[in-house]
């Protein structure tokens, strides 16, 4: 190849790219400004968040300020519904209530949930039927299902009496909805088969990421099934169990429509949970001012058992 060749090809490469060219050093407008069909396709996103999100709790913000009747006038009383949060007997009572039964679930949902994931795990025949069936529940709904409950919890016809008369258990004339630990305790067991299908949802899925090959090494050094289940599984899938837990911590404290569909809070106000009781203060009693503060306390609290739940995980970790 001749020089004059190499030469003409150096000059061609300097003008490219070389030191002196300002065009190869020069940003691209892409780089340095935001493109406008980027703008564009963020804009109805952000509508609706504006929209939906933050212009109504605003208003619900100026709301809980309000002694609003929901039908009438109103006047501004600044903070007097905080102040007037536990004068209510009733509303310190809901919370407790609601309280008590969130630790009373959630423990339960916890261990039905893992072992289904365990029993759907083991099994190599079946599993997708069982999968399902144990599921189901969930996929139906609390609403469905609670209507369905009222029918199967009538005295002496409903399918609760007569299987617990057939297992001698009761006369088979208990009238479970009309009865407040009564109530409560058909309700718990209701949940935890409720809803247990989705702990063992979120379980087996993560135990489906643990390698084989550390079961069979752990069998192979003697480990029992519950060694490895408290040695290997737990310690891997725990951020899942905490998942879980706060699902159902969160779901708990939100507890409504199982209970106003069988109970309606009663009798009395022995099944009110704090939702039914923001609910009737509200829609029932008309008092949508001191409703809505007392739904900004609910969320307050959710958000601390939350946040402390997240920190236990940190620290465990």
């Known amino acids: 190849m001749s020089s004059t060749t190499l030469r003409s090809r150096a000059g061609s490469a300097d003008r490219a790219g070389g030191p002196g060219n300002r065009g190869a050093t020069k940003p691209r407008a892409s780089l340095t400004h935001p493109p406008k069909i980027g703008l564009a396709l963020v804009t109805p996103a952000l509508a609706f968040v504006l929209v939906f999100v933050v212009a109504p709790l605003i208003i619900a913000v100026y709301i809980s ?11 501004f009383v600044g903070l007097l519904n905080y102040f007037n949060l536990f004068q209510d007997p009733t509303f310190v009572q809901s919370i407790l209530y609601t309280l008590l039964y969130t630790v009373i679930v959630t423990l339960p949902i916890l261990g039905v949930g893992y072992f289904l994931a365990v029993l759907v795990r083991s099994r190599r025949r079946g599993a997708t039927i ?3 069936i144990f599921f189901l529940p969930y996929v139906v709904g609390l609403t469905t299902l609670s209507f369905m409950l009222v029918l199967e919890a009538q005295p002496n016809s409903g399918l609760v009496n007569v299987l617990l008369k057939l297992l001698h258990i009761t006369d088979g004339s208990t009238a479970w909805l009309v ?6 305790g058909l309700i718990i067991v209701f949940v935890i088969w409720a809803v247990s299908g989705l702990t063992m949802v979120l379980v087996m899925s ?12 752990a069998s192979l050094e003697g480990a029992t099934w519950w060694q490895q289940e408290r040695l290997i599984t737990m310690p891997i899938i725990k951020n899942t169990i905490a998942l879980s837990v706060i699902i159902s ?20 106000t022995s099944t ?5 009781y923001i609910y009737n203060r509200a829609f029932v009693q008309l008092q949508l001012g001191a409703a809505t503060a007392e739904a900004f306390a609910l969320i307050v609290v959710i958000a601390l058992v939350t946040a402390f739940q997240f920190w236990a995980l940190r620290e465990r970790d």
């Open 130 to 132: 069982l999968r399902t």
């Open 206 to 217: 993560a135990m489906q990421g643990i390698p084989g090959e550390i079961y069979e090494a």
């Open 249 to 268: 911590v969160t779901g708990s404290l939100l507890a409504f429509t199982q209970f106003y569909i069988l109970t309606q809070g009663g009798p009395g």
């Open 179 to 184: 009865n407040g630990p009564l109530a409560t």
């Open 65 to 75: 300020l309000t002694n609003w009747p929901l039908i009438g006038s109103y006047h």
């Open 272 to 276: 009110q949970t704090i939702v039914g």
